[in-house]
């Protein structure tokens, strides 16, 4: 929901940063960067660091913002796409575990939010096949629950609930609009 205006908003400054960036850095390699802060954070989280699991996640996102501007400028390859895909859930995976590893009373929490984030993938990859679909939850929504656990820790169980609701809705969203008869 968030995901749309806040890319509007930022991406002047990225489309700027992606021309400067692209011929010294290739995507993949701010990818494969952004994807070892976000590992690094995921150490930081499972053992209590949560204020520096939540300063790499910041990182992590800067840097995955970069990576995609620097893909829009060179061209992106199929080999980019799946890597930056791939690398961002195994973070955003990887977060959710790393607060159950800390603390393994949240785990049934945290499997209903990779439940219910697995099947909102799902959903969101088959309908990038062309058809446009709005959804309650993307990578702005994801980030803001994974900052508000690493501020208050004691809050991921209720995260995980809220969040994995969203997703659900989401999910059921999406197939809603796919099932809808299309106006010629």
Same mark, same amino acid.
């Given at each position: 929901?968030?995901?749309?205006?806040?890319?509007?908003?930022?991406?002047?400054?990225?489309?700027?940063? /992606?021309?400067?960036? /692209? #011929?010294? !850095?290739?995507?993949?390699?701010?990818?494969?960067?952004?994807? $070892?802060?976000?590992?690094?954070?995921?150490?930081?989280?499972? @053992?209590?660091?949560?204020?520096?699991?939540?300063?790499?996640?910041?990182?992590?996102? !800067?840097?995955?913002?970069?990576?995609?501007?620097?893909?829009?400028?060179?061209?992106?390859?199929?080999? =980019?796409?799946? %890597?930056? $895909?791939?690398?961002? @859930? !195994?973070?955003?995976?990887?977060?959710?575990?790393?607060?159950?590893?800390?603390? #393994?009373?949240?785990?049934?929490?945290?499997?209903?939010?990779?439940? =219910? %984030?697995?099947?909102?993938?799902?959903?969101?990859?088959?309908?990038?096949? &062309? *058809?446009? $679909?709005? =959804?309650?939850? &993307?990578?702005?929504?994801?980030?803001?629950?994974?900052? !508000?656990?690493?501020?208050? #820790? &004691?809050?991921?169980?209720?995260?995980?609930? @809220?969040?994995?609701?969203?997703?659900?809705?989401?999910?059921?969203?999406?197939?809603?609009?796919?099932? *809808?008869?299309?106006? #010629?």
């Amino acid at each position: 929901m968030l995901d749309q205006p806040l890319r509007t908003l930022a991406e002047p400054a990225l489309a700027r940063a /992606g021309r400067a960036l /692209g #011929p010294r !850095i290739g995507a993949n390699a701010l990818t494969l960067i952004a994807f $070892t802060t976000g590992i690094v954070a995921i150490g930081c989280i499972s @053992v209590h660091e949560y204020w520096a699991g939540l300063a790499l996640l910041v990182l992590n996102r !800067i840097l995955d913002s970069l990576a995609l501007a620097v893909m829009r400028h060179n061209g992106e390859t199929e080999l =980019s796409a799946l %890597l930056h $895909t791939v690398l961002d @859930v !195994i973070v955003n995976a990887g977060v959710v575990l790393a607060f159950a590893l800390a603390v #393994p009373d949240r785990a049934l929490a945290a499997a209903f939010l990779l439940f =219910s %984030l697995a099947i909102l993938w799902a959903a969101a990859l088959e309908s990038s096949k &062309g *058809r446009e $679909t709005w =959804s309650l939850i &993307g990578h702005a929504e994801t980030f803001i629950a994974f900052a !508000i656990a690493c501020i208050n #820790p &004691g809050w991921f169980s209720m995260v995980c609930y @809220v969040l994995g609701t969203l997703a659900f809705i989401g999910t059921g969203l999406r197939i809603a609009a796919t099932a *809808r008869p299309r106006l #010629p």
